[in-house]
C-alpha cells in the first residue's frame, strides 16, 4: 500500500483518525461519493463567500460593525452541535469554521474600508440580513456540516480534490470582488 499526500485539512484528519492511505487498486477511475462531497464543500465556501458582499452592504447601510454581536459565537457553537451529531470531532468543524468566519470578516472589511475611500451612501438594492441573508448562511453552513461530516468519513481522491479547489479559487478570483488573500483563508482548509 502506498501512502498519498494529504492535504492540511486531511493531514488533520488523518492525525485524529488514522490516514488518508487509500490503496492504489481501490481507487475507481470516476468521482466517488467521497468526491463529490468534497466538491460540494467547496463549492459551499465559495458560495459563503459571495454572500458577504451583500451582508456588507446590509451592514452598511444600518450603521453596523462588520462584527456581529454573538452572531459568529452563536453559529459556531451550532455548527459543532451539528457536527456532533454527525459523527464530527468538534475540533474538526471548530478549526473549518473559525477559517470560514474569518475569511467572510476580512472580506466584509475590505469592502467597508473600499466604501469609506469611496464616501458611498446607502444601497438602494441591498438584501434584507434577518430575512434573506440569515437563511442562506444558514442554510449553508448546515450544508457545509453534512458535507463536511461525510468528507470526514470518506476524504475524496486527491487529483479530485485539487480539480475543485482550483475550479472553485479561480471563479472566486476572476470574479474581481473577492481579494486574492481572502480567497486563500477560506480555502486555507483544503490546502494541498
Known amino acids: 500500500m502506498r501512502n498519498t ?34 466538491a ?5 465556501v465559495g458560495e ?3 454572500l458577504m458582499y451583500p451582508a456588507a452592504q446590509y451592514k452598511w447601510n444600518n450603521g453596523l460593525q462588520v462584527e456581529g454581536a454573538g452572531r459568529d459565537e452563536a453559529a459556531l457553537a ?6 456532533e451529531g454527525r459523527g464530527l470531532p468538534p475540533f474538526v468543524t471548530e478549526s473549518f469554521f473559525l477559517v470560514q468566519m474569518e475569511a467572510g470578516r476580512l472580506l466584509q472589511q475590505v469592502y467597508f474600508e473600499d466604501w469609506e475611500d469611496d464616501a458611498a451612501g446607502s444601497f438602494d438594492l441591498a ?5 434573506e441573508l440569515l437563511p442562506d448562511l444558514d442554510r449553508i453552513e448546515l450544508e457545509m456540516i ?18 475543485r479547489i482550483e475550479a472553485v479559487r479561480e471563479r472566486l478570483l476572476n470574479s474581481d470582488r473577492f481579494p486574492e488573500e481572502i480567497v486563500e483563508i477560506a480555502m486555507s482548509p483544503f490546502a494541498l
Open 78 to 83: 451550532r455548527a459543532v452541535e451539528e457536527g
Open 48 to 50: 459563503r463567500l459571495e
Open 146 to 163: 453534512e458535507a463536511l461530516a461525510q468528507v470526514h468519513a470518506a476524504p475524496p481522491s486527491e487529483d479530485r480534490a485539487r480539480e
Open 127 to 131: 438584501a434584507d440580513y434577518e430575512s
Open 40 to 44: 460540494e464543500l467547496v463549492d459551499l
Open 5 to 38: 499526500a494529504c492535504p492540511l485539512f486531511f493531514f488533520i484528519l488523518a492525525v485524529a483518525f488514522g490516514g488518508c492511505e487509500t490503496p492504489e487498486g481501490e481507487r475507481s477511475p470516476g468521482a466517488g461519493a467521497q468526491d463529490v462531497a468534497f
